[in-house]
C-alpha cells in the first residue's frame, strides 16, 4: 500500500469538528490552543451525545428495570466495550471507570497497594512523572514503610535503562511509570521496563494519560499490570476516566470505596463485594461522561490514533527546530523523533509566567509552570518552565505563529 504523505490529516474538516478553537480574543487575535497536555478540547460529536443522553435517554444505570434506565446503562456499557477495545483489553471486567488518572493510581495504591506492602519494599519510579503518580504512593510509603525510589536521565534526557535495572530488586513490589512525559514528551520504553520489572517479580502500572490521546497504546503488548488514563485529555469530557487492571489481580483486590454497586450483598453484619468491573464503581458513576468518553475514543479511532501520532510527531518536531534557532532558548528533553506532542524550554532571564502572559496576549495559550512536576523540574535544576502541547487539530500555521510570538515576547521582554 502506498504510504500516505507526511501532514496528511484533515486538519480544516477536523477544526470544523471544535468550535471552540474558531474564535479571536484579546482584540482580534486568532485564539492559538496549545494547552492540551493539560485538557483537550471536545468535537461536537461528544458534546451532542451527552445532550442527546440527558435530553432523551438518561436515568440512572444497571438497577433500573425500566426503558430510561435500560437505554442509560446499554449506553454507558457500550462506552466501556469501546474504549477497551481501543486499548486492546481482552475483558470487559476489566474496565473500570474512575473520574480520571488521579483516582485510578490512587485506587491501585489502596486496593492493591496496603496488601500487598510491608517496610522495606521497593516502588520504583521515574523522575518523569506527574505527582498524581509520585504522590500516592509516597502515601502508601507513609502507610506501610515502604521505600519510594526514583530512576534518573541518562544524557541523552532518556530514563536512564541501567540505574533502572541496577535499582530493581527482589524487594521491588511496584513499578509505576508514565508511558509519556507530560513535560518532556518523552516516549518512554514501557514493553522493556515491563520485561525488567517482570524479572524480580514487580507488579508495574502505567499512567497512560500523555499516551492514549496520542499514540496507539495496547496494553497486551505492554504487558502492564495496570494502565490509567483520562477523558479530559483525549477529546471526552471531564470527571471521567479508565483504570485497567489485569483481571486476576483486581479479583484478589478488596475494593476502594464502598457504597451502593459495589456489592453483591449487604446485612447487618457485613457485605459482599459484587463482580468486576461494578466493585470498582461505587455509587453512581459519572454516566454521561463515559458516554461521551465512549464517543470521543470512536472519534479518534475513526481518524486513527497512527495518523494523529505522526502528524503531532511533525508539528512537534516543526516546533522543536524553529525553537532551537533563538538565542537564549533552552529545549527541555530528548530531541525528536521520540518526541510525543510536547515542547518545553526555559528562556535565560526571562520569567515563564511573563513569557506565557504575553503569548496569551498573542492569543496563544501555552502553560508556565513546573506541570505537576516539581520532582523533575528540580532534577533539571529549574523551578519551572514553559510548555506548548499539540493535537490533531492544531496547525504548521499555528505553530510558526507560536514561534513567531515567542521571538517577539523574547525580544520585547529583554
Ligand atoms: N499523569 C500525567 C502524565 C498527566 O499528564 C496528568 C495530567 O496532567 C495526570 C497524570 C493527572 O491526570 P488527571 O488530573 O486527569 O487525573
Not at 474558531?22 to 451525545?49: F, G, K, T
Request: proline share 5%; with cysteine; net charge negative.
Amino acid at each position: 500500500m502506498k504510504e500516505k504523505e507526511p501532514m496528511q490529516l484533515d486538519v480544516n474538516s477536523i477544526r470544523q469538528d471544535f468550535p471552540i478553537l474558531d474564535q479571536s480574543i484579546h482584540r482580534e487575535r486568532p485564539l492559538i490552543y496549545l494547552d492540551n497536555a493539560a485538557s483537550s478540547q471536545r468535537p461536537l460529536a461528544v458534546l451532542q451525545s451527552m445532550v442527546d443522553c440527558y435530553e432523551k435517554t438518561y436515568a440512572n444505570v444497571h438497577r433500573g428495570i425500566h426503558w430510561l434506565s435500560e437505554q442509560s446503562t446499554e449506553q454507558y456499557e457500550h462506552a466501556r466495550q469501546v474504549v477497551g477495545q481501543m486499548i486492546g483489553a481482552r475483558h470487559q471486567a476489566e474496565v473500570i471507570f474512575t473520574s480520571g488518572t488521579t483516582a485510578g493510581i490512587n485506587l491501585v495504591a489502596h486496593a492493591w497497594g496496603n496488601g500487598h506492602l510491608r517496610e522495606g519494599d521497593k516502588i520504583l519510579l521515574t523522575i518523569l512523572e506527574h505527582h498524581s503518580n509520585i504522590v500516592p504512593w509516597q502515601q502508601l510509603a507513609e502507610r506501610t514503610g515502604a521505600i519510594v525510589e526514583f530512576v534518573g536521565l541518562n544524557e541523552q534526557g532518556r530514563v536512564d535503562l541501567e540505574t533502572y535495572q541496577d535499582l530493581l530488586d527482589e524487594r521491588t513490589r511496584m513499578v509505576a511509570i508514565s508511558a509519556v512525559s507530560n513535560v518532556l514528551g518523552n516516549v518512554v520504553p514501557v514493553a522493556e521496563m515491563v520485561g525488567l520489572a517482570r524479572s524480580v517479580g514487580a507488579q508495574v502500572l502505567i499512567d497512560a494519560a500523555q499516551h492514549v490521546p496520542h499514540e496507539p497504546t495496547n496494553i497486551i503488548e505492554w504487558d502492564a499490570d495496570f494502565v490509567v488514563f483520562s477523558g479530559h485529555k483525549m477529546l471526552g469530557p471531564t470527571g471521567v476516566g479508565v483504570l485497567w487492571g489485569r483481571e486476576e489481580l483486581l479479583e484478589a483486590m478488596p475494593p476502594f470505596l464502598g457504597g451502593g454497586s459495589m456489592i453483591s450483598q449487604v446485612t447487618v453484619e457485613g457485605f459482599t463485594p459484587g463482580e468486576l468491573p461494578a466493585k470498582f464503581e461505587a455509587g453512581t458513576p459519572p454516566i454521561v461522561e463515559a458516554i461521551g468518553l465512549g464517543v470521543a475514543a470512536e472519534y479518534l479511532q475513526q481518524i486513527g490514533l497512527a495518523e494523529i501520532s505522526r502528524y503531532e510527531r511533525e508539528l512537534t518536531a516543526l516546533a522543536h527546530r524553529e525553537l532551537s534557532t533563538i538565542d537564549g532558548l533552552k529545549l527541555l528533553g530528548p530531541a525528536e523523533p521520540d518526541q510525543s506532542g510536547i515542547v518545553s524550554f526555559v528562556v535565560d532571564g526571562l520569567s515563564n509566567q511573563d513569557i506565557s502572559i504575553f503569548l496569551d496576549r498573542q492569543g496563544v495559550a501555552v502553560r508556565a509552570g513546573h506541570h505537576c512536576a516539581m520532582p523533575l523540574h528540580e532534577y533539571l535544576g529549574i523551578p519551572n518552565s514553559c510548555r506548548a502541547s499539540f493535537y490533531l487539530y492544531n496547525t504548521e500555521q499555528e505553530v510558526r505563529r507560536f514561534v513567531d510570538a515567542v521571538r517577539q515576547v523574547i525580544e520585547k521582554l529583554r
